[in-house]
T-cell receptor, first 117, second 111 residues
């Protein structure tokens, strides 16, 4: 079974530029997550999708970050314009969503390491 | 502020020594998950605990969920160099099933 795919793996941009990340979840996984992981910290959830609908985006800085999952499969996360503090690894994860009370196991992709100069 | 705390932040051990990391939540959790992230890698799911006082073992790893379901621990017996990495706990602190991750404990093992 293929894992979660992400691209690019690395990106270096200057502040005020725009950047986009792509994620392809595990086939059949209804739930998709985007996390931001700053060096030395735990992953912080930015947005969670259930199929193509947003479940939670309370921690997404909406003035500069946007995300979409139009067909309920692939997803893109965009930052426009980027700031120095956006330097981090952006992780995509997916889960089956069995519909139970407990959170499902999340399977993470390799991440995109963003450096903003 | 951070709602899931882990201690210690870092731990150096000699190969063969034991290691324990502790996780504390500001709220009662319905369940808790543990992940391991190797250096340069991504988090990988280890286990989920659901019941109060639950103890689960995976070879040399022992996971425990507190009676009040507000804390958890991971104990590794006789560490090996393959245990190197950062161990994160995560739980649904807020309403819904969204996970909040702790800051992690970075384990370094000296051969």
């Amino acid at each position: 079974e293929a894992g979660v795919a992400q691209s690019p793996r690395y990106k270096i941009i200057e502040k005020r530029q725009s950047v986009a990340f792509w994620c392809n979840p595990i086939s059949g996984h209804a739930t998709l997550y985007w996390y931001q992981q700053i060096l030395g910290q735990g992953p912080k959830l930015l947005i969670q999708f259930q199929n193509n609908g947003v479940v939670d985006d309370s921690q997404l800085p909406k003035d500069r970050f946007s995300a979409e999952r139009l067909k309920g499969v692939d997803s893109t996360l965009k930052i426009q314009p980027a700031k120095l503090e956006d330097s981090a690894v952006y992780l995509c994860a997916s889960s089956l969503n069995r519909g139970g009370r407990a959170p499902d196991t999340q399977y993470f992709g390799p991440g995109t390491r963003l450096t903003v100069l | 502020g951070q709602q899931v705390m882990q201690i210690p932040q870092y731990q150096h051990v000699q190969e063969g020594e034991d290691f324990t990391t502790y996780c504390n939540s500001s709220t009662t959790l319905s369940n808790i998950q543990w992940y391991k992230q190797r250096p340069g890698g991504h988090p990988v799911f280890l286990i989920q605990l659901v019941k109060s006082g639950e103890v689960k073992k995976q070879k040399r790893l022992t996971f425990q969920f507190g009676e009040a379901k507000k804390n958890s621990s991971l104990h590794i017996t006789a560490t090996q160099t393959t245990d190197v990495g950062t161990y994160f706990c995560a739980g649904p602190v807020n309403a819904g099933n969204m996970l909040t991750f702790g800051g992690g404990t970075r384990l370094m093992v000296k051969p």
